[in-house]
């Protein structure tokens, strides 16, 4: 079924050669893969340029030259939260059409309704990494934008891994985000395994339906739970809820998706109540470090950062809590809703981030209490250890010394003398 | 193999022209089931108003319902913990026979041997939460009280999914009670994921033997680790010893037991230990805030609550971190043991649970020398800044001021004076 | 296939007759193994007393037994980490030829170079345990040295148990050293999970390669990430290599385990910081409680303890955030690189270990402001309460007191006492 010209080039294949012997796990694959079929040898990826190739240590296909061939997926994905410009601390490479779901997400880089950027279009905590944890932590995950093999097979043409929701794991799990661990343990994902995707839903089914690589499709608030413009986030949600009703009804999949937007909102008003708190130690001075004390972040300088940009070294302890209250228990509280999980919702999400906030309130009481008595103990060492000048024994002493400097004969002395200590009532 | 006067009644069923076409991720497993085979039509079980069906966003069929045609099941799971009146909220709407496990367990919410609700008989953290939150953390599992599909499909007989350990987990898992997380990564869990059930148990294999609907076979203490009455302690002890000898000599499942038992004992210790400094704290008026500076909790109002109708949110420090220690790592450790997982019952739980116990000794104790130095400071003020008539010169100017009011004359006024001066030695 | 003399062998069995029916579960694995064919029957392992077997409440057949058949293996294992002295509490019991990387990590436990126990042989941790936990905590994973059957059936030869890697997950999971968790969710642990070992590697393919039942193969530091001596690191750093350049280039690969070898030693450097701050602490008696108002340390006594023997009860506060710091955050952040889980090295790992070092810093911070706070308050106490003869009114008092007691005539007395007016310059 190999056309003859196919089949010409792959037998001129220079790569083959030694590569089924060397790396026989890369070239299987690709020999039983569509891509064979189609002519698409080694040279059509990866260039024709054995050297160059042998002389790198990463031997990487960017998604412009899979969109090449693939150019519908390629838009999507580009027009995509995938697609959008955050190479941690690359700043914001993104040039291609967006939508305007994503213009507003610029929000968390940019001035809104300005392509000036906030700060800078990085990210702090790029920044503030070694270069070995920018690549095993932050690009490892954060090459999505231009990179294909995320989710595909490199040398496979087979789909099942990239429609398997395991796939979406590598990323969107952990602390900051567990939609995987909050899916798996749902109903929803509890029937998958056993079920099947024909019976409950999986990620591509929700956020890629119809197979589209727009994978911010039914997503309706922005990367932190910001506000979209109420028309997109209304194409959203519609979205969301054409894919809910294949199997409930439209009016309890409003509701549920509309208690998602309730617990976002209400879990973000306990986060901005401990910024608040925050925000008033450090204009009281009572951060421990001060920010003006600590080794500058790495766009706001030496100012408090709660925001997006806020790192989580070099933090006072209320500042170390809120980090995770706002990155961790927040996210997964509202998240947890929406992937239909009562334990992420609850137990990791909605009482962790009460906890937070009773912890942080209950440590900013500490820090005032502290502030208070050492404002009171000054007060009172002023009385104890007068400064020369100061108290009855200073005006005396200041007296003596100006007599004893000559500015003051015996007379006026002694009578000076006598009106501080009648004025003392003595 | 369906009857003349069954297929008349599909025939005539009005939902099914629709749903077909519309949910037909409903119509096709109910098309499958057995319940079609006995005539059980949509609305045998949803009632035959289409109009009152369209009109909610919840089509839900309650356990009674299920209960008309499997009164045995319904009966051994109302019986059962499944079965207690847990719903949250709502008080205990348990009118259904009882056994004595659930008596010993109504003493959570009741006076002991008594109808009396302890407090009330309501879930003070349900009634601190949002409608939404309440819906989505809490009831979403709470429900199981009077819902059969927790566990079975709704419109599927097939039993595979409600044996399927996986489907417990939806509810038993997370911080609170991580069943499911410890038996997975148990020997039994991994022997039950490679060579199934007949070779290792899962969740019904220990808590529903020979498919009894009662799901606290097996469970030999309360809800919290508290101690039942002996007879049925020993009962279910050995319901579960018997589950346990298909594979283990009894001597050995008696030892491992017992280790969970003295595991519990020994945590629970351990929490009474910090719950007693808390409790010193809060006497002492050390607690920030203190339960009076508080929004009230629901049931207890200004009084400090440590028990079972603890809060997460509203808490000073140490009590936030004993809610942690108490709900999580305290239930995690004991639970370990008995599902037979070392790293649940160890640094999961005890680890964790002793370094609580040290964080909030550590945290009292700087509260109280936080508080010793506040007395301190405030005996020293009233020496340094002595009220007027208090020490030498308060004691001048008081009677300077009778003078000038006319109280004293001259001469009583030096006389009194000098008087002063020689009884302080001046 | 049987041979006669087996066939009659196991006619013979005395255990069969009962245990067919009393434990089918133990002997149907067994009837089916290749043991069996080979004629080892229950006598062969378990010995030919049924009286002291029935009279255990174990029934455990140690390596020992095994290795008699099973020499290479038992030779590997006993030279392998899984084979070094860690019975917990038991000492260094290992009696085998031994290779320079277990060597090496003898360190944990004996002075360098030297037999010498370092402190005593033993695990403070489990010595701290009550017998329960040591049994369902400790010793339930640390058996490890003398056992077969942690990772192979029991009753059956089958090896798709022992080679699953979820075998592996019993005891390699959880906050201490979640290996386990980490490759589920990488993309080699997803892989493997859709499209099997030949595509993915697991547990056994890096770290048991060829079948090798030395575990250690392919690890390059010690158990803490202490470094091995460069011969033995380099050896296990190629064996590595060697396995990654199935599929990768072997300059991708080194890159990848330099980044975690990098990782590794920038964790530990914070580690290293936050216990130089709490020494410091220690040294200036700022520890609540210090570690002389402890309970004594199993093998320390009153020394603070933060090497490898520390425990994780009756600590200070900042001590129980070290624990949780070293023992869970730092471990997680190297091992989530080498086993190239980004979420596990960042959000797990790194972004905690900052966060912990940070709270650490600032209770610190607090503790010195307290304690600065509390010796200012002394010294204003001197001053506020003289003892007599300090101050002005002090030595008044004194010396009126000399008079009184005789000491000084009436002209004497007043002289001293102008002496002191005219000093003080009143």
Sequence with gaps: MIPLLVSAALAADPCLACHEERTPAVIAPWKASAHRGAGVTCAVCHGDSPDANHAADRIRVSAAVCGKCHADQARQHAASRHGIGFRAGQGCTRNLPRTPVLLSQCTSCHESDSAEPRTRAECARFLGQSAEMQRQGCTACHKVEERCDTCHLPHSTDLGVARDPAICSTCHMGPDHPQWE????????????????????DCARCHMPGGTHD??????????????????RKKQRDAMIDVCD???????????????????????????????????????GLLLPAPGDRPPHPLSGHRLELGSQMVYQDLSGPEALF???KKFDYVIAYKG????????????GNAPLK??????ESEARLLRAMARLEERVELIAGRAFPAEG???????????????????????????????????GL
Aim: with cysteine; proline share 5%; aromatic share 6%.
């Design 323 to 325: 980090f995770r209250m």
């Design 182 to 201: 909050m899916w798996q343990t749902s109903k929803h994902g509890v029937l998958h395994e056993r079920l099947g995707p024909a019976v409950a839903p």
């Design 390 to 424: 100061q108290g009855l024994r200073g005006e005396l002493r200041a007296l003596q010394e100006r007599y004893l400097r000559g500015e003051l004969d015996a007379p006026a002395y002694e009578a000076e003398k006598k009106r501080i200590l009648d004025e003392a």
């Design 215 to 232: 994978v911010s499709t039914g997503i309706s608030m922005g990367l932190s739970g910001q506000p979209l413009p109420e028309d997109v």
């Design 246 to 284: 294949d199997c409930h009804t439209a009016a309890f999949a409003t509701r549920e998706l509309a208690d998602g937007d309730a617990v976002q909102k209400q879990s973000k008003a306990l986060v901005d109540r401990a910024a608040a708190v925050i925000e008033a130690l450090d204009r009281d």
């Design 355 to 360: 906890l937070d906030l009773s912890e942080i």
């Design 337 to 348: 809703v929406f992937h239909q999980n009562p334990d992420y919702a609850h137990w990791y």
